[in-house]
């Protein structure tokens, strides 16, 4: 599962500067399809309860209202997505349907109904870590959001099975390819607390202090990435294995970060065979360099501390956490 906050500069139909209509009117127009179609989910101010069938009106006035308090040029809402891996939706939709399933479209329309139902609750609890994610006492309750749940995805003009002509671009994509898109506002309810995913964390012993509390600055991507991974392994008994995880994506970007920072100070045999190991275990790096100089040792050596010291942290914040 891949948990994905746009950046404002890459969010679809529009950016987040200004009115969410457009960004609003490209997720219908995703859904344009008989099966891809329904209403809204989500939070508004407009009633106390979550609710389920928010219409593309009610969803674009709910965040464009909740704008008190900020400046022309802030960012007014973000955009989220859960892209989940075909084995875990398959899981899922198995499990409902007592049956090996491959395909949204093998559901019968209770069995679907069920399976989106499900993804629903999943996206109000997820939206309960993200509100909680701040630090600042908040729950999904506080939070103004709206969520589509799509079913497909289609062939681009860049995808092989396009360019060597099996495809066209827009057919869809066999198998299961259903993902959530999330649009919250940066204000909470009341319009008092402005919440940004893009501040990052400062240091655990620095705070700030706001309304007379003091509260920890930041939004840590870390913690919430693996919290939303291990609550899918939780709300659908599923047996996730290392390879699949968050963590072990997150040790082999580290390796590929290391290896880029010495792409630079290593000759291109010496490159190409180190960006050839496969052990995503940053100790591998120590073993490659055979002859380095103690510069660069030291350099290596702190480098990859630090970023088993962040892996530990993280981890420690998380299990604290829950």
Known sequence: MIMK????SST??????????KLIDYLEKENSSLENGGFFFGRTKDDDRFQDMITRTQAAMAIDRNIKGLK????KFFMLTLNFSSKEQEHMASKIAGRKITDVAQLNERERQVYEQKMKMYTQKVMDEYAKNFNRGLT????????????NRTYKGNDPEVLNGDKKTGDKKPGMHTHVHIVVSRQDATQSKSLSPNAKELKANSHHVLNGNKVTKGFNHEVFKLKTERLFDKEFSYGRK?????????????????????????TPQEYK??????????NMVYRYFTKPNQAMLH?????IQNQLSLKAKVQDQMLNGL
């Open 12 to 21: 679809p139909g529009a950016d987040n500067k200004g009115s969410v209509s």
């Open 72 to 75: 022309k040029k802030d960012s």
């Open 242 to 266: 290392f390879h699949e995880s968050y963590s072990a994506k997150s040790n082999n970007e580290s390796l590929k970060s290391v290896a880029t920072m010495y792409k630079n100070q290593l």
């Open 299 to 303: 350099k290596l050596n702190t480098n």
């Open 140 to 151: 999904e309750k506080d939070m103004v959001y709206v969520s589509k749940i799509e079913h």
């Open 273 to 282: 065979e180190m960006a050839a190991l496969s052990d995503s275990n940053l």
């Open 5 to 8: 906050v746009h950046k404002p």
